[in-house]
């Protein structure tokens, strides 16, 4: 199916926020810094024995204000997690540019490590050790103590439903969604300012799905934290974010308020319309689509 | 000194992770010792077979010594592969440390590590061969150029780690080429001087080579530090130079590795 895209989304009241055109630096004293400003920003891959540029992102945009939760949507392939990475520092930017809390991802580097972590969808351990073992090793790269890092792991996996009797066996006997829990609280054991959610509740069951949405709702209330969440599941979008960006072949096609996107996609269909509707419409396809390519991935 | 002991922590924190790991891993510690016992022991065998002391002390201490400079390495080599294995790379490279660090943190461990593992085996040798005389040993040299040694190696092992950071299929299992080369050229088991021309002057450039006449110096013969100069200087110089050439060329890697998304694939 062709995509829609509707390049005059980008402005008025369903298009992206306006963007500074100077330097940020110089907007500072007169504006709150955005957590998370991206601009321009570019990213393209070579593939395959032709050299073939293959874009994963393109120009995209983005400004993000601090205690936002900001989702981004978009089919498999859509730039998503490469434009999480690319926040992360994990991958260059070909063109463009990214600050986190006014500091610039290159020329700062290690500022914005402080300041972020990231959960992503495979909950990635060194399978043999504990949680703890696992816990303490992330903790001290963030410059923290053993007796505070072991006190603050056990508070935050205890309000995450893992108790302090789970937290010494291997990790690899524990659950996927117990494991994924756990890279949740790895994250939240640096205190990060930017928090990178990349599909944190993909291949969860219900009620371990239902216990990290939670967790992330008390995280806006409690934490002075900004979120980053990319998603396939729209109920948990329109839960939990209070913007959403859609990404379409590397390319921002859609950004508003869920209710906003929803108003929009309603007006142009003439009916009542739901946040698929709005996935559908900017991405040309839909979830069962994406199902059946996650499906057909496995199997591969 | 905030930042060096920030980086410090770090480093300590890689230390503690791969003594938790080994911990783990215990069955396998217990089985890579036997592996090393019963490998140090056939070799030394061959020495006892020719009914010579001095061949069976030269075949020990190669293989002793060439067993703690390859856990060295290994340790050293396998920084990036272990992590792309798990999974956790993109984690710690996230993190807010200096590459440094994280590779001090690997090399002492690595160094602790062999220092036991090379103990344990040279204590079951002598055990074995009760005839062999060590009184005029001198261990201060054999100690000092296993130190030495560790400190020239850890730029080699550097340069090793680079390549499951850019082969993510086979990058690992490309170190073991570089070992193999290393032991060929290094007089392990035999003079370097039975080497062909062109392979002895490739025999300079290994610090395995210094490391391990010194050690049959100091272990045979009772030499000091002070007379094997011929041999310090050579294992000072390749740290001074590998060590920042090591880190100036994982760093470039890394960059590499960012530009094409290499840190990503999990091997």
């Given amino acids: 199916m062709t995509a829609i895209v509707l390049p005059e989304l980008k402005n008025g009241s369903g298009g992206l926020p306006s963007q500074p055109t100077q330097p940020v630096a110089s907007h500072r004293r007169d504006i709150a810094v955005p957590a998370l400003l991206i601009e321009d920003a570019s990213k393209r891959f070579i593939v395959g024995r032709k050299r073939k540029p293959v874009v994963a992102i393109s120009h995209v945009s983005m400004r993000l204000e601090r205690g936002d939760i900001h989702g981004i949507l978009g089919a498999n392939g859509s730039g998503k997690s490469t434009l999480i990475r690319l926040i992360s520092g994990l991958l260059t930017l070909d063109e463009g540019r990214v600050e986190v ?89 640096t205190s990060p300012t930017l928090l990178l959610l990349d599909e944190p509740t993909t291949g969860l069951d219900p009620r371990s799905k239902l216990d990290v949405q939670t967790f992330i709702e008390e995280l806006r209330e409690t934490h002075d934290a900004t979120i980053v969440l990319t998603t396939h599941d729209l109920a948990e979008a329109e839960r939990l974010c209070g913007r959403i960006t859609i990404l379409n072949d ?6 508003d308020t869920p209710d906003g996107l929803i108003a929009l996609v ?24 994406d199902v059946e390519e996650d499906e057909s991935e496995s199997d591969d | 000194m905030t930042i060096v002991a920030h980086e410090l922590k770090a480093s300590y924190a890689f230390i503690e992770r791969n003594f938790f790991l080994t911990r783990r891993y215990w069955g396998w510690e217990i089985a890579f010792l036997v592996y090393s016992v019963a490998g140090a022991l056939s070799i030394s065998l061959i020495g006892a077979d020719q009914g010579s002391p001095t061949l069976l002390l030269t075949l020990m201490v190669g293989a002793i010594f060439w067993n703690y400079l390859s856990v060295v390495f290994s340790w050293i080599a396998e920084t990036i592969s272990v992590e792309r294995w798990e999974g956790t790379l993109e984690y710690t490279m996230m993190a807010p440390i200096r590459r440094w660090s994280q590779l001090l943190g690997s090399v002492l461990y690595a160094m602790v590590y062999g220092l036991v593992h090379t103990t344990v085996i040279l ?37 090793a780690a680079i390549l499951p950071l850019l082969y993510v299929e086979r990058g690992a299992q ?36 210094y490391v391990l006449h010194g050690v049959r110096a100091g272990l045979l013969k009772g030499t000091s530090v002070v007379d094997l100069f011929g041999d310090v200087w050579p294992l000072l110089v390749m740290g001074v130079v590998f060590i920042p050439f090591g880190l100036w060329a994982f760093g470039r890697a890394e960059r590499y590795a960012k530009r094409t998304g290499k840190l990503k694939r999990v091997g």
Avoid at chain 1, 266 to 289: C, I, K, N, Q
Avoid at chain 2, 126 to 143: E, H, K, M, R, S
Wanted: hydrophobic share 50%.
């Fill in chain 1, 101 to 189: 809390f006014g500091h610039d991802i290159v020329r700062d580097e290690m500022a914005v490590k402080r300041l972020i972590n990231r959960v992503s969808v495979d909950a990635a351990f060194f399978k043999k050790l504990s949680p703890m073992e696992n816990l303490l090793f992330a903790a001290r790269l963030y410059g923290m103590d053993g007796t505070r890092a072991k006190r603050e792991a056990l508070q935050i996996l205890a309000r995450l439903g893992i108790g302090a009797n789970r937290t010494t066996r291997p990790i690899e006997q524990m659950s996927r969604g117990m494991q994924q829990k756990v890279a949740i609280a790895r994250a939240l054991l």
């Fill in chain 1, 250 to 255: 590397g390319r921002v096609v859609a950004e």
């Fill in chain 1, 266 to 289: 309603a007006s142009r269909l003439g009916r009542p319309a739901t946040l698929e509707d709005v996935f559908m419409t900017f991405t040309g396809r839909s979830l069962d689509d």
């Fill in chain 2, 123 to 159: 204590i079951v040798l002598i055990l074995f061969f009760p005839q062999l005389d060590l009184a005029g040993a001198n261990p201060v040299t054999v100690l000092a150029f296993m130190l030495l040694g560790s400190f020239s190696f850890v730029g080699i092992g550097m340069i």
């Fill in chain 2, 174 to 209: 490309m170190t073991f080429v570089l070992q193999s080369c290393l032991l060929l050229v290094s007089g392990v088991y035999y003079s370097v001087e039975i080497l062909p021309p062109w392979m002895q002057v490739l025999s300079h450039l290994s610090p395995a080579t």
